[in-house]
């Protein structure tokens, strides 16, 4: 992997991504869009998540002033685990992934040539803005007794959410399915994933607060608002006030697929048998099965679990400074 140089934008290509380009094509217009602000693209081909957060890891070692995930939301999170808590290396994104959620809740174009272009305004200040925002990062215990670190930028997930994305991780099928189809295909496999599953008992405990014994078909800890473009599960979250937004649906997995329609319109926290928390440190232990578990969209380890929230752990490139997810 070459270093990165000076004055350069790096640019982490996931090849994988849903939506992604001809390495030249790429090339040629992350080249064009930072001649137009003075700076040199360089480009670095990955192929695993753990090339991409080397990468970032070289970028901040190097001083670069900003490194651009040109993938999805994924991308976007192994790029996150190379970068410190306060690395002065900004992130923006080409959003080239299935769902694309961050560049969709922080308002950044589709077209890979005027997002580019929008966050470098932004970096230079002359629209938008580069802004601290919070990460969050769960804790869990790895077999031989060490504690193991995942950031994320978006959320956590446990029960139903987390069983979609690992039966389209685990299946050929439906790896090719969501290929065709895009961001539905999460939909598809959430139902084939409800039948004749049962709640997970789960006990939390919010910033250290008494224990809370519950039956979770799904439960979200999220840094933003949304599940995918169209399910917004924590209406209220802000990704700049440090605190963890936590989303619980009691009962059978079936049940957050029946209030589906709620969250399309914002409407989930005031559906029946549904939690809305706030905090900055949830613990969470399975006390039967362990339930499925995601971050940022990969599967995670089942364990037990603290999260964490990182208060202004990260400069992110954001044209729009007012979308909700950012002021509130």
Known sequence: ???????????????????????????????????????????????????ASLAARAAHDAGAAAIFGCGGDGTLSAILQGLPVGSPTALGVVPLGTANVWAYETSIPKAPLLAIASQLAALDGASGATMSVDTGAVWWQAADGSPQKQRFLLMASWGLDAAAVAGIVQSDRQRRVKRIVGEPAYFLSALRESVGRKAWPLTLRLDGGAPIDVDAGMLTVGNTRMVGTWLEVNPNA???????????????????????????????????????LRCRRIEIAPRETRPPMQIDGDPGPQSSYAVDIEPQALRALCPMPSAEVLSG
């Open 238 to 276: 802000v990704a700049t006030d440090g605190l963890l937004d936590v989303m619980l649906v009691e009962g059978a997995p079936w049940r957050a697929i029946a209030m589906a329609p709620l969250a399309r319109h914002g409407w989930l926290p005031q559906g029946p048998g549904v939690r809305n």
């Open 1 to 51: 992997m070459q270093p990165p140089l000076p004055d350069s934008i790096i640019f982490v290509v996931n090849p994988q991504a849903g939506r992604s380009r001809p390495l030249r094509t790429l090339r040629s217009i992350c080249e064009d869009a930072c001649a137009a602000y003075g700076y040199t693209a360089q480009l670095i081909n990955t192929q695993s998540a753990y090339e």
